[in-house]
C-alpha cells in the first residue's frame, strides 16, 4: 500500500507545491491585468463562436492535421517485438506520457532502442521529435497525440521525447524552469497581446510553463528541449540546438522556478485551459506567424546544410579558459 | 575650452586624470581633448595607434586572449592598420557571466584567469559576493563591476585603477560639459539612484559625482543597492519573507522618491539653480505622469538647466515613445530645451559612451571603433543593420574588443549636425539570441504596474 501511494504521488497524483504556489502567485496579477484590458478579452469572442459554431469546445485547436500522423511511417514490421515497458518509476507511463502506446514502442524501436547505444538512441529520439514534431499553440494533448498530429506546445513534445525514451528504456522525466524569452521571441510571443504583455512584465519571467526532458543516460541526466524545430529556429535566426545544448530563444533564469517530476500532475492541463481562453486571439495569430516563419526557416535551410547553417551561428567565442597555474607561469614568464 | 575652466572641470581633471608622462596613446584622446566631438579630423590615427597599443598589450599579458588570438593564427604582426582590425577576435559580451559560480574564490580566480593585469591576492574571508565586491574596492588593483543581470547572472569585470579612472573621467566630463554652455560651479548633480552599488554605470556615476560638494548632489537614497536587491529588481518577484520586505520597501522607496524628486526640483527652481537631472527614461516620463496629474511645471531652461538620460528606451510595455517624442514632453513638462535633453548609450562593458546630439543621433566617442557585423561576423559597411561590435583600447584590465548583442546602424557622420564622431541611429534593437531586457528595466520592473497604462 505505501509503495502504491508514493507511486502515486510520483506520477503526480498531487500537483507539486511549488507549481501550486506559481500558479495561485500569478492569479493575483492577471486578474488585475484583465480587469485593466476587458477590450482584450472582447476580442476572443468571434474566435470562440467560430469554434462553437463547429461544435467544438471554445478552446479547441480547429486545424486538421492528419497529414501530419506520424503513425503513417510505421510498417507491420515495426509493431512486432516491441520492446518492454517497466513498471520503474521514470520509465512507466504517467498522465500524457504515454510510453506504453505501441504507436511509441514501435517508433522507439524504429528509432534503434535496443539496438542502439543509449546515448545514439537518445540523440536519435531527440532528432526526431526535432525535426518531425512542430511547436503548436494548442492545449495539452500528450504524448501520443502529439505523434499522431503536427505537434503541440513544448511541455507536449517534451513528453513525445520522454515517453520514446522511457519506451526504449531510457529513464526521463520532466524538469520545469523559470525563463524569460530572447528578443525574437518575446516580440511574438509576449508583445502582441497587452495581457501577457503587462503580466510578464509584471512577473519578470516565465515559471511553471516551459521545461525540458531530462533523459538518464550513461550516468547522467541529460537535458534536452525539443519544441523548435530546425525551420523555426532558422526563420527565427537562432542556431539549431540538439540533446544537452541550451537553445537560443529563452534565457533560463538561474535557481528560479526548478521543479523536476516524473509525471504531469492532475489537472495541469486543465489549468492551463483558462490561460488558453484569455489570449486565444492571439494564439490563432500566432499559430499563423509561427507557420510564416517556418517557411522562411525552410528557404534558409533549402540553400544550405544546418551543420553549415550552425556553423554560421554558433560562430561565437567560446575561449578555453587556462588554469591559475597556466596563467602564473605566463606571468612569470613575461615578467622576465 | 575658456567656458569649461571653473572648479568643477578642475576638480574633474585633479581627481580622476594622471600627469602627462604617464599616459597612454589612448589618453591622449581622454585627457588631452576637452570637447570630444570637436576633434582633429586626423584624431583617428591616434586612435587606431591606440588600437595597435591596446590589442598588444592584451595578446602579450593576457594568456587566454594569447591563446585565443594564436587559436586564430594572429599576432600583433598581423595588425599594423585600420584595414587589419576586422581581425583582431572578440569577446561576446555573454562571456562575462561565465564565471563559474557566485563564490567569491571562484569569481577572483576566474577574474584572475581572464584579466590582462595583475588584479592583487585574495585573502577575502566572506562568503557574499557582494561583500567580495566591496573587499576588492578596498583590496584589489582595481574594482568589480557587474551588470543588470536580467538573465539571473550578472557579467562581472574587472577593471584596473587606471581604466576605471578613464572611465569616470569620461562619464563626468561626458555629462557635465557636453551638453550645453556655461556650466556654473554651483550646479546642482540630481540623480535618482543611489551611489552605493556596483552596479557599472550606477557605481562609475556615483563616483563621477565626488567632484560636487555634499550640498550640490542630490541622490534619491542613500540605501545600498546591492546585488541581492537588484536580482530582485531585475525579476520583481520575491521568495521568502525578508525579500518580500525588501522588495515592498523599495517599491514603496521608488514611489515616495518621485515625490521627494518633485519637490526637489522645486526648491532648486526656486533659488534659480542650475540643475543637472540624470535618469531614466522610464522614470523621466513617470515623473512627467505625475507632474501632469497634478498641474506641475517647471521652467528649468531659465536657469540653463539639462537633462541625460540612459538605459533604453522601454518605457510602455506594448507602446513605443521616440527620443524625440520624449524630448518634445521634456521641454513641455521641465522647461529643458530639446538641445539641453540628451540619451546616452553604452555597455557596462565599454569604456565610452554614445551622447545623443540634438537631432538625436548618438555620437560614439572617437577612441571607440565601432563595427557592424552580419550573421557570419562579418563586419558591414556603414548604414547597414548588424550586430553592434566594438575596439575599446580604454580597456586594460581586459580585452575591450566585444561583440555586443545590441542591433544597431551606424553613420560615418552625423547628418544633421557638425559634431564629429561616427554616429548610431537612435534606433538601438536586440539581436536574436540576446537577451531582450537590459539595465534600464531593472527599475522599471518595479514601477510597471503605473506605467502600463
Not at chain 2, 569616470?168 to 555629462?175: Q, S
Amino acid at each position: 500500500m505505501p509503495g502504491r501511494i508514493s507511486e502515486a504521488i510520483d506520477k503526480g497524483f498531487f500537483i507539486p507545491w511549488p507549481m501550486l504556489r506559481n500558479f495561485i502567485s500569478t492569479i493575483g496579477p492577471l486578474s488585475y491585468i484583465i480587469a485593466k484590458h476587458p477590450g482584450v478579452l472582447k476580442d476572443n469572442i468571434p474566435h470562440y463562436y467560430n469554434r462553437l459554431k463547429k461544435s467544438r469546445v471554445p478552446w479547441a485547436h480547429l486545424t486538421n492535421e492528419k497529414k501530419y500522423d506520424s503513425t503513417k511511417i510505421l510498417t507491420k514490421d515495426d509493431y512486432k517485438n516491441l520492446p518492454v515497458i517497466r513498471n520503474e518509476k521514470y520509465l512507466r507511463p504517467t498522465r500524457l506520457c504515454e510510453c506504453d502506446a505501441p504507436e511509441i514502442r514501435a517508433i522507439a524501436k524504429k528509432l534503434g532502442a535496443g539496438r542502439l547505444s543509449d546515448i545514439e538512441f537518445a540523440n536519435a529520439a531527440y532528432k526526431w521529435v526535432m525535426e518531425e514534431k512542430k511547436f503548436v499553440a494548442k492545449p495539452m494533448i500528450g504524448a501520443l497525440q502529439v505523434f499522431k498530429s503536427k505537434g503541440g506546445v513544448c511541455l507536449d513534445q517534451l513528453s513525445l521525447l520522454a515517453a520514446i525514451a522511457r519506451a526504449g528504456g531510457i529513464p526521463a522525466r520532466y524538469r520545469l524552469y523559470g525563463l524569460t524569452f530572447t528578443e525574437p521571441l518575446y516580440n511574438i510571443f509576449v508583445v502582441p497581446n497587452p495581457i501577457v504583455n503587462e503580466t510578464f512584465e509584471m512577473l519578470g519571467f516565465v515559471e511553471s510553463l516551459h521545461g525540458e526532458a531530462e533523459l538518464y543516460v550513461d550516468g547522467e541526466w541529460i537535458a534536452g528541449d525539443p519544441t523548435f524545430s530546425p525551420e523555426l529556429s532558422a526563420g527565427l535566426g537562432l542556431p539549431i540546438t540538439y540533446l544537452g545544448e541550451e537553445p537560443g530563444w529563452r534565457i533560463r533564469i538561474k535557481g528560479k522556478g526548478d521543479i523536476r517530476f516524473e509525471g504531469f500532475p492532475a489537472l495541469f492541463r486543465h489549468l492551463m485551459i483558462p490561460t488558453l481562453m484569455i489570449v486565444l486571439k492571439t494564439i490563432d495569430e500566432l499559430n499563423v506567424q509561427i507557420d510564416e516563419i517556418r517557411e522562411k526557416g525552410k528557404e534558409i535551410l533549402e540553400k544550405t546544410t544546418i551543420e553549415e547553417y550552425n556553423k554560421k551561428k554558433k560562430k561565437t567565442f567560446k575561449p578555453k579558459i587556462p588554469t591559475i597555474s597556466e596563467v602564473k607561469a605566463f606571468r612569470k614568464k613575461i615578467n622576465k | 575650452m575658456q567656458e569649461n575652466e571653473g572648479i568643477l572641470w578642475k576638480k574633474a581633471n585633479e581627481m580622476f586624470g594622471k600627469p602627462r608622462q604617464q599616459w597612454k596613446t589612448v589618453d591622449e584622446m581622454i585627457y588631452g581633448v576637452d570637447n570630444y566631438y570637436n576633434t582633429a579630423k586626423d584624431s583617428y590615427k591616434i586612435r587606431n595607434k591606440s588600437i595597435i597599443e591596446a590589442f598588444d598589450f592584451h595578446y602579450k599579458n593576457n594568456l587566454f586572449y594569447n591563446q585565443f588570438c594564436k587559436h586564430r593564427k594572429l599576432s600583433p604582426s598581423n595588425i599594423k592598420s585600420e584595414n587589419d582590425f576586422h581581425k583582431i577576435p572578440m569577446i561576446p559580451d555573454s562571456f562575462f557571466k561565465d564565471y563559474p559560480s557566485e563564490n567569491p574564490m571562484d569569481v577572483y580566480n576566474w577574474l584572475y584567469q581572464v584579466s590582462s593585469v595583475e588584479i592583487g591576492k585574495f585573502d577575502f574571508k566572506g562568503k557574499k559576493l557582494q561583500n567580495f565586491l566591496e573587499w576588492a574596492e578596498r583590496r584589489l588593483k582595481g574594482i568589480v563591476l557587474h551588470s543588470s543581470g536580467t538573465s539571473g547572472k550578472f557579467s562581472i569585470m574587472f577593471r584596473d585603477s587606471d581604466t576605471m579612472k578613464r572611465l569616470f573621467h569620461i562619464l563626468i566630463k561626458l555629462v557635465m560639459f557636453h551638453i550645453t554652455k556655461p556650466v556654473s560651479d554651483d550646479i546642482h548633480f540630481v540623480y535618482p539612484g543611489t551611489p552605493k552599488t556596483y552596479l557599472a554605470m550606477g557605481h562609475a556615476l556615483g563616483t563621477a559625482s565626488q567632484i560636487f560638494d555634499d550640498e550640490h548632489k542630490h541622490f534619491l537614497t542613500d540605501r545600498s543597492l546591492n546585488m541581492e536587491i537588484v536580482r530582485l529588481m531585475s525579476s520583481g518577484k520575491a521568495e521568502g519573507l525578508k525579500q518580500k520586505l525588501e522588495l515592498a520597501l523599495l517599491i514603496k522607496a521608488m514611489a515616495k522618491g518621485q515625490y521627494t524628486l518633485l519637490n526637489l526640483l522645486q526648491n532648486l527652481e526656486k533659488n534659480k539653480k542650475q540643475i543637472v537631472l540624470i535618469s531614466f527614461p522610464f522614470q523621466v516620463w513617470d515623473l512627467m505622469d505625475i507632474m501632469d496629474k497634478k498641474g506641475i511645471k517647471f521652467n528649468l531652461g531659465d536657469t540653463n538647466s539639462f537633462m541625460a538620460t540612459a538605459g533604453g528606451w522601454k518605457i510602455y510595455s506594448h507602446k513605443k515613445v521616440t527620443e524625440e517624442e520624449f524630448a518634445r514632453r521634456v521641454e513641455k513638462m521641465f522647461g529643458i530645451p530639446k538641445e539641453n535633453y540628451r540619451d546616452a548609450y553604452g555597455m557596462s562593458e565599454m569604456n565610452g559612451l554614445a551622447l545623443s546630439c540634438e537631432e538625436r543621433y548618438k555620437h560614439l566617442t572617437d577612441w571607440i571603433y565601432p563595427m557592424v557585423l552580419d550573421d557570419e561576423m562579418e563586419p558591414l559597411g556603414f548604414g547597414e543593420w548588424g550586430r553592434f561590435a566594438f575596439l575599446d583600447p580604454a580597456g586594460y584590465g581586459y580585452p575591450g574588443f566585444i561583440m555586443s548583442g545590441d542591433k544597431v546602424r551606424l553613420l560615418e557622420k552625423c547628418p544633421k549636425c557638425n559634431k564629429t564622431g561616427i554616429v548610431l541611429d537612435s534606433e538601438i534593437k536586440r539581436i536574436g539570441g540576446a537577451e531582450a531586457r537590459g539595465c534600464g528595466n531593472l527599475m522599471r520592473n518595479l514601477l510597471a504596474e503605473k506605467l502600463t497604462s
